[in-house]
């Protein structure tokens, strides 16, 4: 009896991610608007919070296909965010290119606007729920190979897809308000803010792998488009953001083999995605708010950069094995009954 090849390269494990870093969504004006306005607006939300994982990983020669599942299971509190309203004045800046291909230039920053002057700023706590899943392919070149449990080293091509949904709450707010009076005080739940974030990735990397140890690196540029739905409680009025833009993911990893079918691996992962586009509004209480309902739409920046450290277990579903001992069995009850009839 013969084994199918294609049952004994299948790879499966959990995994538990902890992220960090920032969401900022911007959009302003450096130059006086049709109203002689010069401001703009920037809310930021921590990018801190625990992921749960299943991988599938199918290999195959050179060939590796990997799937994800990650969910951050309910919302979990993510940290201190942030709605503020400001004026920007002649020496203020307006940097709202990240990823220059034209140039080659790179600046690594979430915030489009600095030298600004707030006039409105609300400060609270958050929450954030994330869903993913993932799908991503490789193809290795020189000695590397796809099954993690076997030695060799080489470059490997890379390419795949990630879908991410994700909503925060902004409840506790403190807010201010430059009038006169000055206004300051908690107004409760301030907005939620829901995130729909597909990424297309491209590029390659590096794995080495000796005795029980292996280490892979890789570096993948990112296109990507984010839709969002922006609903500003107090003010009864909801903004719809589309944005396309560039980014890159890089991940460092290191894992221990324990014996031929399971191992550990821990995984350093950077993102950064950089994005442009417009927004409009619908519904609001006062007049400047429905107003804005009849504009076409105002530009909008959405730029995010995090990172996260991931502990996970691969296992290696050995299909062959019970089918092996029974062969052997097999085997071995036929060569007695032979025995036998020849005596």
């Known amino acids: 009896m013969v084994t199918s090849p294609i049952k004994s390269e299948v790879i499966w494990g959990p995994s538990i991610e902890r992220s960090g870093g920032e969401y900022i969504f911007e959009t302003g004006n450096k130059y006086p608007n049709l109203s002689g306005i010069r401001g703009g ?17 199918y290999i195959k ?25 400001f004026f920007l004045g002649t020496v203020s800046t307006e940097n709202s290119t990240n990823i220059a291909t034209r140039e ?35 193809y290795y070149f020189q000695d590397a190979n796809p099954d993690y449990w076997k030695e060799g080293s080489g470059f490997f091509l890379s390419t795949g897809a990630r879908y991410s949904y994700f909503k925060y709450l902004f409840y506790d707010v403190n807010q201010f308000i430059e009038t006169t009076p000055v206004f300051y005080a908690p107004i409760g739940l301030g ?12 590029g390659g990397g590096y794995r080495y792998s000796k005795n029980n140890l292996y280490f892979d690196f890789s570096f993948m540029p990112s296109i990507g488009r984010i839709k969002t739905r922006d609903f500003h409680v107090q003010r009864s009025i909801n903004f719809f953001s589309e944005n396309y833009g560039f980014g890159w993911n890089s991940k460092i ?26 927004f409009t509004s619908q519904g609001g209480l006062t007049v400047a708010d429905l107003t804005s309902n ?8 959405i730029n995010i ?18 089918t092996d001992k029974t062969e052997k069995l097999e085997s071995g009850t036929k060569e007695k009954i032979e025995t036998n009839e020849s005596n």
């Open 61 to 85: 020669d050179r060939w590796e296909i990997n799937g994800k599942l990650k969910t951050t299971g309910w919302n979990q509190k993510s940290g201190d965010a942030r709605d503020e309203d």
């Open 41 to 57: 607006s920037r809310i930021s939300f921590p990018r801190t919070f625990t992921l749960f994982g299943i991988q599938g990983i």
């Open 253 to 278: 990893e290191v894992g221990y083999q324990f014996n031929p079918t399971w191992l550990s691996y821990f995984r350093l992962n950077h993102r950064r995605f950089f994005s442009e586009g417009r």
């Open 104 to 138: 080659w230039s790179y600046r690594d920053s979430a915030t489009v606007y600095s030298g600004s002057r707030n006039f409105a700023d609300g400060k609270g706590k958050s929450t954030i729920i994330e869903n993913r899943i993932e799908l991503f392919g490789r």
């Open 191 to 202: 907005l939620s803010y829901s995130n729909d974030l597909w990424e297309v990735f491209y």
């Open 305 to 322: 950069k995090d990172f996260s450290i991931e502990l996970g277990v691969l296992n290696k579903i050995e299909w062959g094995r019970g």
């Open 294 to 301: 009849l504009v076409s739409g105002f530009k909008s920046h």
